[in-house]
Nanobody, 114 residues
Framework: VQLQASGGGLVQTGGSLRLSCAASGSPFNIDVMGWYRQAPGKQRELVAEFPSDGNTNYANTVKGRFTISKDTAKNTVYLEMNSLKSEDTAVYYC?????????WGRGTQVTVSS
């Protein structure tokens, strides 16, 4: 499984960005797919994901501001980020759990300036 992420950039506080992640290879057996982020000096953490039960999981820090969605036909997951804060600054990674294996896309930098 290959994950191609795009859409990061520099935005001012309160602004919006949309991230995209396209899966290729053997995406039909994806159990979990979502977005995770890692800020400098911190561990990678969940942002939002689609678990295998069909629901969505969000980090408490992004609830109400971020929305994860997917286009199954395109094997693509999106992350709409609104009301961005400086603490959202991080490298954002698309990740997928397939058959017990975890795959990561190349991270995309999101920088929120005040």
């Amino acid at each position: 499984v290959q994950l191609q992420a795009s859409g990061g950039g520099l935005v001012q506080t309160g602004g919006s960005l949309r991230l995209s992640c396209a899966a290729s290879g053997s995406p039909f057996n994806i159990d979990v797919m979502g977005w995770y982020r890692q800020a400098p000096g911190k561990q990678r953490e969940l942002v939002a994901e689609f678990p295998s039960d069909g629901n969505t999981n969000y980090a408490n820090t992004v609830k109400g501001r971020f929305t994860i969605s997917k286009d199954t036909a395109k094997n693509t997951v999106y992350l709409e980020m609104n009301s961005l804060k400086s603490e959202d600054t991080a490298v954002y990674y698309c990740g997928a759990l397939v058959g017990g294996n975890t795959y990561w896309g190349r991270g995309t930098q999101v920088t929120v300036s005040s």
